[in-house]
């Protein structure tokens, strides 16, 4: 079936350093999205990206749609203690047809900042 | 608080029981998912309702699983026969009519045990 493949699965940084992760598809995706969830909640969207090529930033966050269609970065800037949770990235599914609202989601990388 | 309700927060029940759980949404979304959550792996999609309108249904909702959002309002998703295996977070999202990720609000899931 379809899958998202992020990696890394999990990476401990110092605060303030910089993050990079990254998430792969064997098919083409027409959407992006990065999610975040802390523990206990549900996910909440960081960025949505549309447009093969695009970079789009929300505050020290900065994600890119990747020009083969097939990828997708998030980098996070100079960390901090509340960027601790899992990232997802997301897109539509590959059994949705047209006007499908179904997304498939990543296993995650998740994300722990030491002080 | 106008965020997405979902109740309860927990649930532990015996193999073989029925559980139902409950979803209330933003008031003003009229779109309404349900996803499903287990250790390590991303939500997966079960099932998406357009007002009272159940439209998309996920290869995972076996016939154990059913869900109504009568008046188009609250939700509900219930289990019967539960089995080991339906051990999960349940996570209910909402959203307005618009682009497909965006906009969704997810509540803080139901985690179910079956013991």
Redesign the interface.
Known sequence: GQQ?NQSPQSMFIQEGEDVSMNCTSSSIFN?W?WYKQDP??????LI?L?KAGELTSNGRLTAQFGITRKDSFLNISASIPSDVGIY?C?G??A??GAG?????????TKLSVIP | DTGVSQDPRHKITKRGQNVTFRCDPISEHNRLYWYRQTLGQGPEFLTYFQNEAQLEKSRLLSDRFSAERPKGSFSTLEIQRTEQGDSAMYLCASSLKGQLGVGYTFGSGTRLTVV
């Open positions: 998202l959407t999205l206990g909640e549900g996910p909440v969207l949505a549309y997802f997301a539509p599914s059994y949705s499908s609202y179904q997304l498939t989601f990543g296993k995650g």
